[in-house]
């Protein structure tokens, strides 16, 4: 075995070289440990190979007088060298990704210092070269090409900032001076984020080094979601707190803790800016929460009153009138049609916490929100859970109205609520006359009884987009 060895140090290290590359290549990325394990196994072996043969990378090669075998032996132990620098940065590159560092870019600035010390090593302890001379020549050609290179060394250390002290990593959802994208990658010159609209952008790690950056995946379960509303300035504030302040409340989307919460943001001569600010578990549900909660905050300020068009605040209309307007199962109705159902709603006020319509009761009237926040419960069991939120413009009582059955779901009042009561008469009386309106409801019934056996089956229901909410919306 060693006189094979000794005879055949090129062929042994070559074979011992291209298993090492062979069984690399067959080992999943995944499988660090053996991966690392059949690389460490593999320099060992071809260590024992150099010193069988009498070989030391510390010293150049012992046969001066052979050129052959001088050459052969020399190239062994600067490969030797290269393997060392190898395996230290598989090594290295195992430990980092341990402790949680994904990016690829300190990896790689840590592997080139590694070659690079063991390309010198090389140079210096077998083929004897005078490395200081070749220090100080490289040092002042590195001083060109630095000058040369100026902004790009300048994202290169950057970058190896940013990977040090980690603001963000791989997979956060961050915004670097206004640009907004999830990292999915971290190179040597610039940082790649891919925005909500499948665009690719390239902010340079010089520039994220600098910038002001909002990490909006930690911590990791609770992400803010904000929206800003401009309000004309003669409405008073209070006004306008108490509505966005029920649009917060009229969706389970936002979690409860930390409370939402609505702040004056800025002010002038014409118009006010308030600033609604909610917390959800994913960023997938960011845009979905804020479509919503600007649909719920308009609804809520245009039932207190707000109006942003002159010619809607120049209509003569009730407010019964009003909320008409933004009833769904209403909308086939014409506007003389629409007056006379108002005329027949009558105001009826719950305060905070009070029962409007209990579980399996029968409603003589069909209700209408006005103002404020409802929470409709369904029975699971023997305990009630929430199903959803109604505000301004939506209906309860309808059960009873189409197929004379009691309430599916129980009806209390989230805040302070004004709501409509339509006596049933009436509006079988329009139904009758409008089979658009008998249409409607039935569709409203059916689509909220599903809605409720989903939820009882633990399908959760999607955000919708606006409109109404999303256990009682009916479908366009």
């Known amino acids: 075995m060693f006189a094979l060895i000794s005879n055949h140090p090129l062929a042994i290290g070559s074979v011992l070289l291209l298993v090492d590359l062979a069984v690399w290549h067959s080992i999943a990325a995944q499988h660090r440990i053996a991966r690392l394990a059949t690389r460490a196994t593999a320099f060992v072996l071809f260590s024992w190979v150099l010193n069988s043969t009498g070989m030391s990378p510390l010293t150049p090669a012992p046969w001066p007088d052979d050129a052959t075998l001088n050459m052969v032996a020399t190239l062994l132990e600067i490969v030797w060298w290269l393997f060392a620098a190898r395996l230290l940065t598989v090594i290295l590159g195992a430990v980092l990704f341990q402790r949680g560092h994904t990016g690829r870019l300190l990896q790689d600035v ?6 690079l010390i063991a390309i010198v090593a090389a140079a210096a302890y077998v083929m004897q070269l005078p490395v ?11 001083i060109i090409v630095g000058l040369a290179l100026q902004s790009t060394l300048s994202d290169v250390f950057s970058g190896i900032v940013l990977n040090t002290t980690k603001p963000y990593q791989l997979d956060d959802w961050i915004s670097i001076d206004g640009t907004e994208g999830k990292v999915v990658d971290i190179d040597w010159r610039a940082t790649h984020l891919m925005t909500s609209n499948g665009a690719m952008a390239v902010i340079p790690n010089s520039v994220a080094a600098k910038a002001k950056i909002l990490n909006f995946s930690r911590p990791s379960n609770i992400h803010g979601v904000s929206i800003s509303i401009a309000v004309p300035s003669d409405v008073r504030p209070r006004k306008v707190l108490d509505a966005l302040e029920k649009a917060l409340q009229g969706t389970t989307a936002l979690l409860i803790s930390p409370k939402p919460k609505v702040a004056v943001k800025a002010s002038t001569l014409e118009y006010m800016e308030y600033e609604a600010t909610g917390f959800i578990r994913s960023m997938d549900q960011k845009t979905d929460a804020q479509n919503l ?10 039932a207190s009153g707000v109006s942003w068009a002159a010619e809607d605040s120049a209509r003569p209309w009730t407010r019964q009138r009003a909320v008409l307007e933004d009833v769904r199962v209403f909308r086939s109705l014409n506007s003389d049609e629409k007056d006379r159902l108002a005329e027949h709603m009558t105001p009826v006020e719950y305060p905070e916490d009070q029962l409007i319509l209990a579980y399996g009761a029968a409603s003589e009237d069909l209700l209408v929100i006005g103002t404020g926040v409802v929470s409709a419960s369904i029975k699971d069991g023997e305990k009630m859970i929430e199903a959803g939120r109604l505000g301004p413009g939506e209906i309860l009582g309808e059960d009873n109205l189409v197929s004379e059955g009691n309430s599916l779901a129980q009806f209390r009042a989230l805040t302070t609520c004004m709501l409509y009561r339509i006596d049933k008469q009436e509006l079988k009386a329009c139904m009758a006359e409008r ?3 008998l249409a409607a409801f039935t569709k409203l019934q059916h689509y909220r009884q599903h809605k409720s056996q989903s939820l009882l ?3 959760p229901a999607e955000i919708r987009k606006g409109g109404f909410l999303n256990w009682l919306h009916i479908k366009p």
Do not use: C, P, W
Request: no cysteine.
């Open 457 to 459: 089956m633990q399908k």
């Open 435 to 437: 089979s658009e309106v």
């Open 132 to 142: 200081k001379g070749l220090l100080a020549t490289s040092g002042a050609m590195a």
């Open 110 to 115: 840590m592997g080139a210092v590694i070659f």
């Open 293 to 302: 909660l600007f649909d719920l905050a308009h609804r809520h300020l245009q």
